[in-house]
């Protein structure tokens, strides 16, 4: 089968692989018909180092079920799933608490143990606990939508509970990234009175004020914070959700929280330490957040998704084929393309 292959610094690039198959009885095949490329790919694909091994990517996906594992119960050949980025067994202490993250049988996509989405096929390991059969046909109109829920939109929604949004609060969102914009749905969706959003790009904040976004900054650094502090009476906002995941972005989050606030943080952290901490320490911030538990919020999110009261499928700007991958990770990397949804079409 093909799939979408890592093997350097910008070198990506679409191989013949093994076929995906079962392997444990709790497995599940899964023919992939959408997956996509998100911003967490980038980082490697900048930053891969040299003699690394080749990583099989991608970690977001929607499919048809092609085979089930002895031990699987609740899927059978022919469903539409939809797949976490996480699996998880479902039934563990952590998955019983929703941090199905933190599965003590679980792991991620796109791994050294388990190879990516972006590829004709993929094998998902504790497929009961990982799996979610979707209520739609594989090409319904509202796959754009449903394949958020693999990731992005779920990311976003988790940024907003560990940022503590809620009726009436003040939120800024740090990234105009498809995660980043699907925040400002989350936090408006959970009540939110006035939504900021911090990004730049004309396309991307016109995406947020429809997803909701109340005000813009478009400043950097401490002018952003400056900015922001202003739009909130000078007090700052109760929730920011950090949603790039650099030493700026947290210093920049830090800045314009309010004392009591909380900072939620899903951008995958690329610093050693959390920085700024004697000011999040004297305004007793709380910092908040990690990997998003996607399983736990699916069937929170979903009838959202299918009733048309959110649409976070409008982030996808480019649809692509498998063989086109490549060209959708350097668009996605020189900022040509929010997000790009591959297509494909083998099966
Ligand atoms: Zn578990």
Not at 48 to 60: C, D, S, T, V, Y
Request: with cysteine; net charge neutral; charged share 20%.
């Amino acid at each position: 089968m093909r799939a979408t292959v890592l093997h350097g610094r910008g070198d990506v690039r679409i191989e013949n692989v093994p076929d995906a198959r079962l392997v444990e009885p709790s497995d599940a095949l899964v023919a992939v018909t959408r997956a996509c490329i998100c911003g967490s790919d980038l980082w490697p694909y900048q930053l891969m180092k040299p003699g690394e091994n080749p990583r099989r990517m991608g970690h977001e996906a929607i499919g048809v079920v092609e085979a089930v594992g002895a031990d699987v119960r609740t899927l059978k050949a022919g469903d539409v799933v939809v797949m976490p980025f996480a699996y998880s067994d479902g039934t563990c202490v952590f998955c019983h608490e929703g941090l199905h993250t933190s599965c003590v049988r679980g792991g991620f996509f796109g791994t050294v143990e388990v190879a990516g989405a972006q590829a004709e096929a993929v094998r998902v390991p504790q497929a009961d606990g990982t799996l979610v059969a979707l209520p739609v046909g594989a090409d319904d109109a509202l796959m754009p939508s449903l394949l958020t829920l693999s990731d992005v939109m779920a990311t976003g929604h988790h940024a907003a509970r560990a940022a503590k949004v809620g009726r009436g609060k003040t939120v800024a969102v740090i990234g105009d990234g498809a995660v980043g914009l699907c925040g400002v749905i989350a936090a408006r969706r959970l009540g939110a009175e006035q939504i900021i959003i911090l990004g730049r790009h004309p396309d991307r904040i016109a995406l947020a004020k429809a997803f909701g976004a109340t005000d813009v900054v478009s400043e950097r650094g401490e002018e952003a914070v400056a900015r922001a502090r202003a739009l909130t009476g000078g007090f700052g906002a109760h929730s920011v959700l950090e949603c790039v995941g650099t030493d700026q972005a947290m210093r920049t989050a830090i800045g314009i929280v309010r004392p009591g606030g909380a900072v939620g943080r899903v951008g995958v952290p690329h610093y050693e330490a959390i920085p700024a901490s004697e000011p999040a320490f004297y305004n007793n911030v709380t910092v908040g957040g990690g990997p998003a538990p996607v399983r736990a919020y699916i069937e929170e999110l979903l009838p959202d998704v299918l009733e048309g009261r959110i649409e976070p499928g409008r982030v996808f700007d480019r649809v692509s084929s498998l063989e086109q991958v490549p060209d959708g990770y350097r668009a996605m990397n020189q900022r040509e393309a929010i997000k790009v949804m591959v297509k494909t079409s083998s099966r």
